[in-house]
């Protein structure tokens, strides 16, 4: 069974520039969770789109933006680059979304901002 | 907000020794779940808990959930060298607002030396 994929691995940006990380699920799975590592911050938990719907969102500007296409893949957009933004963009599917549904995750996007 | 803390923040031990890792919280969890995250690479689900008191056993490693589940822990017996990696625990909710949302403690990074 496929896992998580992200695409793409690596991106170099510079500020000002905007970004689409791409995510396909793992079959099946209609839920799909995006979240930011940073050594500092950890974990963050960006947003969660379920057929197609954003559901629920995390503490992040509107700068960040995501979608989700019929096919349950995803994609989170940033606008307007900040330096801040360099991270480790993971997503992560599961069934449903729900507490007691398992999240597995992709080996996500290194996001390096010049 | 909910909070998830980690400890220890760093382990380094030699091979054949026991280790434990906490994971505490002020708040209840309706769930929680442990990854390992290796460098360059997505957290890999060890285990998923949903019912206070629970006890998994995944080989060498047990876990725990606390009864009143604002609280787990990790147990590696006999620890190996290819345990070394970043271990994290991250918390579910039930309901409306937390649908595909996990809360990730700061992380333990074990280092297991031959």
Redesign the interface.
């Known amino acids: 069974k496929a896992g ?1 994929t ?1 695409t793409p691995r690596y991106l170099i940006k510079t500020r000002g520039q905007q970004v689409t990380l791409s995510c396909s699920p793992i079959s099946g799975h209609r ?3 995006w ?1 930011q590592q940073t050594p500092g911050q ?4 960006l947003f ?3 057929s197609e719907t954003q ?2 969102k ?1 503490n992040f500007p509107g700068r960040f933006s995501g979608r989700q296409f019929s096919n349950s893949r995803s994609e989170m957009n940033v606008s307007t680059l900040e330096l801040g933004d360099s991270a480790l963009y ?1 997503c ?1 599917s ?1 069934l449903d ?4 549904q ?7 996007t290194r996001l390096s901002i010049l | 907000t909910q909070l998830l803390e980690q400890s220890p923040q760093f382990l380094s031990i030699q091979e054949g020794e026991n280790l434990t890792v906490y994971c505490n919280s002020s708040s209840v969890f309706s769930s929680l779940q442990w990854y390992r995250q290796e460098p360059g690479e997505g957290p890999v689900l060890l285990v998923t808990v949903v019912t206070g008191g629970e006890v998994k056993k995944l080989k060498r490693l047990t876990f725990q959930f606390g009864d009143a589940r604002k609280d787990s822990s990790l147990h590696i017996t006999a620890a190996q060298p290819g345990d070394t990696g970043l271990y994290l625990c991250a918390g579910g909710n039930a309901g409306g607002t937390s649908y595909g949302k996990l809360t990730f403690g700061q992380g333990t990074i074990l280092t297991v030396h031959p």
């Open positions: 998580v992200q839920s799909v969770s979240y950890g974990l963050q938990f969660e789109y379920f559901r629920n995390g993971l992560a599961s979304g729900q507490f007691n398992p999240q597995h995750f992709g080996d996500g």
